[in-house]
């Protein structure tokens, strides 16, 4: 295409001053994805300084950014006429696409704004325009809301769960309606109906915050629920987090003890009027119904002879409904939702149905899942069904709940006998695996039932697999015990009477949680709580939302989450901001340290606050071992050193050079204490467990000289025992440490271990969740104490973060990934393995296959990145790159060896290596049959191949993590994208032929 031409029509394009220097190349750049506040097109956000970001394709390697522009519109016509913008950046010279703060003028509230971006290569070219991407402002100040909180003018004993109030009203449209919204919020949950539907596919609205600070209301377009004229609106409360069940003692009402509603409607007509056509207020009426118990823990009792039915439409007759009274409670404390709200994610069909040896009749699940069941029933009115949700059977096979303690996890449903009749409850949520049905008219049916899967609607993120199928279930099992545990809050488990968001759990878990799924606005909002709960002290309390009051704080290695996990995400996701947010808070934390040590004998050891050690760490009943236990002395002070080390890099990131001083200084304080209460002078770590060493060596705690005999001392202690000794503190590093001190095979043996105690040990125990302990079910089958024996705990799934970084070997080289290595290290025990990151920046991705003596590795590397890549034991052989010699491949330089690697830089593009090695062969074993696992058939290179040729796009998704422990039949319900049963038939059959 001729020059002119483009410049001709750049000029059109940019419509405005055009500070391009070159014309667009339809090679080069193009701007993909754009994100606002990391969503496509959020509505109902607050904030003035919304953050812009996309992503870059480009079809040559070595794709940079030098430069973009931004403009912001009221409509996508401005953009055309050039004219009305509401704010232009003009050119401004960075390569940074991530995270940019909208700079313009004051947003107004429920003002939707149009953005687009261009952006210029390395070589000054500028790309087109992006198409026109939006953002939509909510309420911004508490004057906004002229709504009035209701409550039902009734007062009802509360000291055990009361049936579920409905809230009703009507009003009327007085036109064509343009657009409308609808913001609401509640004391307790809702579900919102307007003319005889439900509003928005959310759950468990408005989520879990620390609500005496922070109230999160929801902003729903309901233009296509209007009518003009006459129409109704409609309210069921629940009592959530509010006023049900929290905590293992037995409390409830804990912010309250009744129910609220605030909600406004807002409509924008045809003709330009706008109005607020309904908001709550005293006109409203109230009554109970069919839901007479919903409760977190105890699970919901309805009877659907009490449905009040067309309850949300017009005409309704609520004479005998009471009135509402207003309350004056808080508005300052309202904010929009910001994390991803709790959505139905994927349906389960139950496995098998059991009869028990005790005779229940049980569903398997086959996947232990989060959620709760929809039935589907006939029969008389009057009758009632319960279902009764579990993790496990017991070793003989029979429904076991003791685990649950106080978590009554029952749903009860009683028939109205009008035909078919479906129901899933509205307030409550299961972890289950089983469910016990009693009760049930006729033959119980699988078809019946189904599991209804819900979280926090992250987009997956990451997938790893590898050539050992027992490590793909281990990755399938991390997958799931997040999605179990991200329902709002980053809980410790999902079925007992906990559900908490336990600080040290989150702690271990993140870095690897940012691998699977992305998790940046969800974690931004618990810290946010975590802000808000922490004490004047600047102690931390053990749970966020702190529901175990003010002396449930200050553990070590809990309350650092304040620091740790911030830092993970700036890690993950290279955005300040967090770090700028959080600083006040991770700071608090650390002067609180600062100040308790000084109260001891020395000022820079700290001794004197409970703390839980590293909890669950492996233990015998031998007389001369009994099991690895930590100083909690040396614990608290590995981590004191570990948060003032992490505010120090925090504070040289934000520029706030006086900080970074004042707080590398303590770290290098405490670290002398540490040395000299904690270290022999021959290096040996006190308490001698593995944890110790650890915590000493990735924290940094040794003088250089004593790491080596540190470590040395780990790995002995590794290969004496044979196995890990960890509990939460020491796992998540204890590969790390050992690999990156030599003892990579001694990481990879603990890795593939299937006896107890290691990770493989409860996938060999048919696990499909992380257990909270090594041993949830003992070798001999009995299962441990029922006090504390969750089944869906990701503590230990920390493991993730070591299969992506080493295994596969992708890592982060700059936060957020600017800058990438990528370092895969193949253990004798695999053949292959390969994992993906959808980053800020795009996909990144390392896949490597040994076979035959040849060593295959084909890496990804984002647009406007650069990497760094290590060959693995090429040092001395001659490698090809997509069949060219390396010297002469595009896109590398400076290629150089470095021990038995070779190490080059690589510019973004799709680059395959390969090259001769001289490792022991592996063989692959048999084909797995049809009935296996996707993870057993990854696992296989001829039926991964088999996978890879019939479903492409199913194999390139980061949502295979889920589907790892399911067979092919069901994958399609658990990776959203469209297989056809021919595909399935197909695959079945080639794999059939290949087991033969
Ligand atoms: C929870 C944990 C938590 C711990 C405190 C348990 O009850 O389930 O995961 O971190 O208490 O040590």
């Excluded at 970074?660 to 303590?666: D, F, G, N, V």
Aim: glycine share 8%.
């Amino acid at each position: 295409m001729h020059k002119q031409f483009w410049l001709v029509l750049g000029v059109l394009l940019t419509a405005g001053a055009v500070t391009a220097t070159a014309a667009p190349d339809p090679g080069a750049l193009k701007v993909a994805s754009l994100r606002t506040n990391h969503k496509a097109t959020p509505m109902g956000i607050d904030g003035q300084a919304p953050c812009l970001a996309w992503t870059l394709t480009a079809s040559a390697r070595g794709a940079r950014q030098r430069a973009y522009r931004i403009q912001v519109a009221e409509s996508p016509e401005a953009f055309a006429e050039g004219e009305n913008l509401v704010w232009d950046s003009g050119k401004v010279n960075t390569d940074q696409s991530a995270h940019h703060a909208y700079d313009g003028p004051a947003l107004e509230p429920r003002t939707r704004y149009y953005w687009r971006v261009r952006v210029w290569d390395g070589d000054d070219r500028p790309s087109a325009w992006s198409a026109a991407s939006w953002w939509e402002m909510g309420l911004l100040e508490p004057a906004d809301w002229t709504a009035q909180w209701i409550e039902p003018d009734w007062t009802k004993d509360a000291s055990e769960p009361l049936p579920s109030p409905m809230l009703r009203s009507e009003f009327s449209v007085d036109g064509t309606v343009a657009s409308a919204r609808l913001y609401v919020t509640s004391h307790g949950l809702y579900e919102m109906h307007l003319n005889g539907q439900r509003v928005g596919d959310q759950v468990f609205s408005p989520g879990w915050t620390s609500y005496d600070h922070r109230l999160q209301y929801q902003t729903y377009d309901v233009t296509d629920l209007l009518a003009s004229g006459p129409n109704a609106i409609g309210a069921r409360l629940g009592d959530g987090w509010y006023r049900g069940y929290i905590g293992f003692q037995g409390q409830h009402d804990y912010y309250g003890d009744t129910l609220a509603l605030l909600a406004q409607l807002h409509v924008t007509y045809e003709d330009g009027r706008t109005a607020v056509v309904v908001r709550t207020d005293d006109g409203w009426r109230a009554a109970t119904g069919a839901i007479q118990m919903s409760d977190i823990y105890m699970g919901e009792t309805y009877d659907a002879r009490q449905e009040r039915t067309g309850w949300t439409q017009t005409g309704y007759d609520a004479a005998d409904w009471s009135g509402v009274r207003t309350a004056p409670h808080d508005m300052d404390r309202l904010l929009a939702q910001t994390a991803p709200p709790v959505r139905r994610i994927q349906e389960i069909k139950p496995k098998e149905v059991i009869v028990t040896p005790e005779g229940d009749t049980v569903l398997d699940m086959g996947q232990n899942m989060v959620g709760w069941m929809r039935m589907r029933v006939e029969g008389e009115a009057g009758t009632q069904v319960t279902l009764r949700h579990a993790e496990v059977l017991d070793k003989e096979g029979n429904f076991y709940t003791a685990n649950l303690r106080a978590a009554d996890q029952t749903t009860r449903y009683t028939l109205d006998g009008e035909g078919e009749e479906v129901y899933a409850p509205h307030f409550t949520f299961q972890g289950f695996r089983y469910v016990k049905v009693s009760g049930y008219p006729g033959e119980v049916e699988p078809e019946d039932f189904t599991g209804v899967v819900i979280h926090s609607d992250m987009r997956p993120t990451g997938h790893f697999q590898s050539s050992h199928a027992r490590l793909n279930q281990l990755q399938h099992n991390t997958v799931w015990g997040q999605k179990g545990n991200f329902l709002d809050v980053p809980t410790d488990c999902p079925q007992r009477d906990e559900r908490l968001g336990w600080t040290g759990d989150i702690q271990v878990f993140a870095r690897t949680a940012n691998f699977n799924m992305d998790t940046v606005n969800f974690l931004k909002k618990w810290l946010r709580d975590l802000e808000a709960d922490q004490l004047p002290s600047g102690s931390v309390p053990h749970v966020v939302p702190n529901v175990l009051g003010e002396n449930s704080a200050g553990a070590a290695g809990w309350a650092d989450a304040s620091v740790v996990v911030p830092w993970a995400m700036y890690q993950a996701y290279g955005n300040k901001q967090i770090l700028e947010t959080q600083y006040e808070s991770m700071r608090a934390w650390v002067e609180f340290l600062r100040e308790r040590a000084a109260m001891d004998s020395t000022t820079y050891l700290w001794e004197n606050n409970f703390t839980f050690g590293d909890w669950l760490a492996y233990n015998t009943d031998r007389s001369d071992y009994p099991g690895a236990t930590t100083s909690k002395d040396l614990i608290r002070n590995a981590y004191f050193a570990r948060s003032a080390d992490l505010l120090a890099r925090t504070a040289r990131a934000l520029g706030r050079m006086d900080d970074a001083e004042r707080y590398q200084k303590l770290f290098e304080n405490v670290r002398a204490a540490f040395q000299r209460e904690f270290v022999t002078p021959r290096g040996r770590v006190t308490s001698d467990t593995q944890t110790s060493y650890v915590l000493a060596l990735s924290f940094d705690l040794l003088p250089g000289d004593q790491r080596a005999t540190a470590a040395r001392r780990l790995a002995q202690d590794v290969r004496e025992r044979g196995h890990l000794t960890t509990g939460f503190l020491g796992t998540p590093d204890l590969t790390h440490v050992l690999a990156d001190h030599g003892y990579r095979d001694e990481a990879f043996d603990l890795l593939v271990r299937e006896e107890y105690p290691s990770w493989l040990y409860p996938v060999t125990r048919g696990a499909t969740t992380i257990w909270e302990r090594w041993n949830g079910i003992r070798p001999d089958s009995t299962f441990q104490d029922p006090g504390m024996n969750s089944f869906n705990h990701y503590a230990y799934g920390a493991i993730g973060e070591w299969l992506y970084t080493e295994v596969a070997g992708l890592q982060a080289a700059a936060p957020g990934y600017s800058e990438i290595r990528v370092a895969p290290h193949p253990g004798d025990t695999l053949t292959h393995a390969r994992a993906l990151l959808d980053t800020n920046y795009g996909r990144l991705a390392s896949s490597w296959t040994r076979r035959d003596g040849q060593f295959r590795l084909t890496v990804t590397i984002p647009p406007n990145t650069q990497a760094t890549v290590r060959l693995p034991g090429a040092a001395r052989t001659p490698v090809t790159e997509s069949g060219t010699p390396l010297d002469a491949a595009e896109g590398l330089s400076a290629v150089r060896t470095d021990g038995e690697d070779r190490v080059l830089n690589a510019g973004s593009g799709t680059y395959t290596f390969e090259y001769a090695v001289d490792r022991p062969a592996v063989s692959s074993g048999e084909a797995p049959g049809p009935d296996a696992t996707v993870g057993e058939l990854l696992a296989h290179p001829e039926t991964r191949q088999v996978l890879r040729d019939a479903m492409p796009e199913v194999v390139a998704s980061p949502w295979l993590s889920q589907a790892m422990g399911f067979s092919l039949e069901r994958l399609p319900r658990i990776v959203p994208v469209e297989v056809g049963e021919e595909t399935l038939q197909s695959v079945r059959r080639q794999v059939q032929r290949l087991g033969r």
